[in-house]
């Protein structure tokens, strides 16, 4: 069974900044696909962006230039650098997985809350 542990989260000022890590039971280089979705409250959950190991990183335009997705096969690690947040950022972050198949898989969340 294939386990993704998020740590990172908190509470920081609006314009602060804020790195999760991730760290996945096997190899990075195991899945085709990694990074990171959040959830805020009474609303759907949302790709925040993602890493190939092809075609590099992708975020959704609500925090491009703000957000950085790297991974680092030394440590066996995905971070989510997040820069210039803001209250609208407060949400539960997820960490994702897929593998070259189907197989998808969830961290367990670590919440992340901007106060303005």
């Known amino acids: 069974q294939v386990h993704l542990m998020e740590s990172g989260g908190g509470l920081v000022q609006a314009g602060g900044s804020l790195r999760l890590s991730c760290v996945p039971s096997?190899?990075?280089?195991?899945?085709?696909?990694m990074g990171w979705y959040r959830q805020a409250p009474g609303k759907q959950r949302d790709m925040v962006g993602t890493?190939?190991?092809?075609?590099?990183?992708k975020y959704t335009d609500s925090v491009m230039g703000r957000f950085t997705i790297s991974k680092d096969t030394r440590e066996n690690t995905v971070d989510l650098q997040m820069n210039s947040l803001r209250p609208e950022d407060t949400a539960v972050y997820y960490c994702?997985?897929?593998?070259?198949?189907?197989?998808?898989?969830w961290g367990q969340g670590t919440q992340v809350t901007v106060s303005s």
């Open positions: 890493i190939t190991n092809v075609f590099g990183a």
């Open positions: 994702y997985a897929r593998g070259y198949g189907t197989n998808e898989y």
């Open positions: 096997l190899s990075i280089l195991t899945f085709n696909v």
